[in-house]
């Protein structure tokens, strides 16, 4: 996982450190895939619950290269399945992401106590990220 300036860390942490509308790119077959996501941000990766049997985790276990996009921020990663949201591993960060996806979590559209709902982690790679007139590279 890359390593950010403190304060190009502290301008994701401001824009993403939150529940955020992402999108996110895979490739299938050589053709690129690219969707919205709710994406929390934390420590150079962006965490997103999923199912693990939909199309964006078939094509990053082929290929686990992605791309993100977001408010003035363009990056390069590494899609891994953290695995099941409610596993014992994964119970601080899913508290995190409880948190960051309160307004819609429990909704009903994701069942938490699936085993197949999972935790998507992009671990990037390299990006830029613009904020004022200053361009951060990593």
């Not at 996009?69 to 995190?96: P, Y």
């Not at 069942?111 to 830029?128: F, K, M, P, Q, R």
Request: negative net charge; charged residues 20%.
């Amino acid at each position: 996982m890359i390593k950010l300036s403190a304060e190009a860390e502290k301008i994701m942490n401001e824009r993403f450190g939150k529940d955020s509308v992402i999108a996110l790119a895979t490739t299938d077959n050589g053709a690129p895939q690219v969707r919205f996501v709710n994406a929390y941000y934390e420590d150079g990766a962006f965490y997103i619950v999923t199912h693990a049997l939909s199309g964006k985790m078939r094509q990053l276990s082929a290929d686990p290269s992605a791309a993100i996009a977001g408010e003035w921020f363009t990056a390069h990663g590494k899609g891994v399945c953290m695995g099941s949201f409610g596993s014992g591993d994964n119970r601080r960060l899913a508290a995190r992401l409880r948190e960051a996806f309160a307004s819609w979590i429990d909704n009903g559209h994701s069942d938490l106590n699936d085993v197949n709902t999972v935790i998507l982690s992009v671990e990037l790679t390299d990006g830029v990220l613009l904020s004022h007139g200053t361009r951060y590279e990593f």
